[in-house]
């Protein structure tokens, strides 16, 4: 009896001195930054992955994201140091087809690229953050409901960063970019990043005056080609770049402000020229609709209001005159 009295004490004791939920995540998330410092990416998504997804955790959170960045070759401080000066070279942002990690080797595939996939899973960890529905459009509006004002600045300056190398990335593929910025300069045999068969006259009409090398409405990518790929398969890898571009205008101007320019002062100025390629869009094409403004990856592959001709509008009007 007086063993079993011992037994049960010892297990109370055990447990109550044990860590609290709380102090569960503190402790991983430490023992994931002493990874990252070391270059350990995998360990720290382990680490993290295994405490659980802790969707109100700030601290949690920007860790998790920075370990799948780390994982795909992502570095703040390369980007500040290398990358971000070279954004609009050649313009308005040939340059960033030229981010160290848009010029990483793809073999297959963008979409199925581990490096691209793990940077958008690291985006995705900060832009759902608060734990809001994937039909919640993730905007720096709703992250501001579940954090601090300077919590909330955090996490959206590590989207921003991510999203611009992300979208780096897509630029560079898809558009042929090559090692120069230019589009169509690649090993590829496209001038446009997509096909425009389904665009209205204006539309068209637009494309055909635009600068650089993309004139028709049938020079498309591979990976993007409506002929050679489902429709489900188009729209969703046409959707990830829609909503990376309508995702850097809803937080570029705060994070900006924020940070009062300096290196952000060489993208800053995206803000207002993509506000304007909006605009012309918007009067070739009076009924673009929500493909305008559309953050959710899944509201822009699924919302019956964005349709195939409001898709191929967007990449016309505003992909197109990105890269030149």
Do not use: W
């Not at 004490?9 to 023992?31: I, P, R, W, Y």
């Not at 101007?253 to 290196?263: Q, Y």
């Amino acid at each position: 009896m007086l063993k079993c009295l011992v037994f049960f004490l010892s297990l109370n004791l055990l447990f109550s001195c044990g860590k609290t939920a709380d102090e569960k995540t503190m402790s991983a998330v430490l023992s994931a930054n002493i990874s990252l410092s070391k270059g350990n990416c995998q360990e720290a998504i382990d680490i993290l992955e295994a405490n659980g997804r802790q969707v109100h955790d700030a601290h949690y959170l920007k860790t998790l994201a920075s370990a799948y960045a780390c994982r795909a070759k992502f570095s703040v401080v390369t980007f500040f140091a290398s990358d971000i000066g070279i954004s609009a070279t050649p313009a308005p942002l040939g340059g960033a087809t030229k981010y160290t990690t848009s010029q990483l080797a793809v073999s297959g595939s963008l979409a199925n690229d581990s490096n691209f996939k793990d940077l958008q899973t690291g985006i995705d960890v900060l832009l759902y953050a608060g734990g809001f529905s994937t039909s919640t459009e993730p905007t720096s509006v709703e992250r501001a409901k579940y954090f601090t004002a300077n919590q909330a600045a955090d996490l959206n300056s590590q989207i921003l960063f991510m999203m611009f190398a992300q979208l780096g990335k897509y630029m560079e593929i898809y558009a042929d970019a090559g090692t120069t910025g230019v589009k169509g300069s690649g090993s590829g045999s496209n001038n446009c990043f997509t096909d425009y068969s389904n665009t209205p006259g204006g539309i068209q009409t637009a494309l055909g005056g635009m600068p650089g090398a993309c004139k028709v409405i049938n020079s498309s990518h591979p990976q993007l080609d409506s002929s050679l790929i489902s429709v489900a398969l188009r729209r969703t890898r046409l959707c990830q770049g829609i909503v990376l571009v309508n995702g850097i205008l809803d937080i570029l101007p705060s994070v900006v402000a924020s940070a009062g320019g300096g290196d952000l002062a060489t993208i800053s100025s995206l803000t207002a020229t993509i506000t304007d390629l909006k605009s012309d869009m918007v009067i070739a094409y009076p009924a673009i609709g929500a493909v305008a403004i559309v953050t959710s990856q899944y509201n822009c592959e699924n919302d019956p209001a964005i349709t195939v001709a409001t898709v191929e509008s967007y990449f016309a009007m505003i992909f197109e005159a990105l890269i030149q």
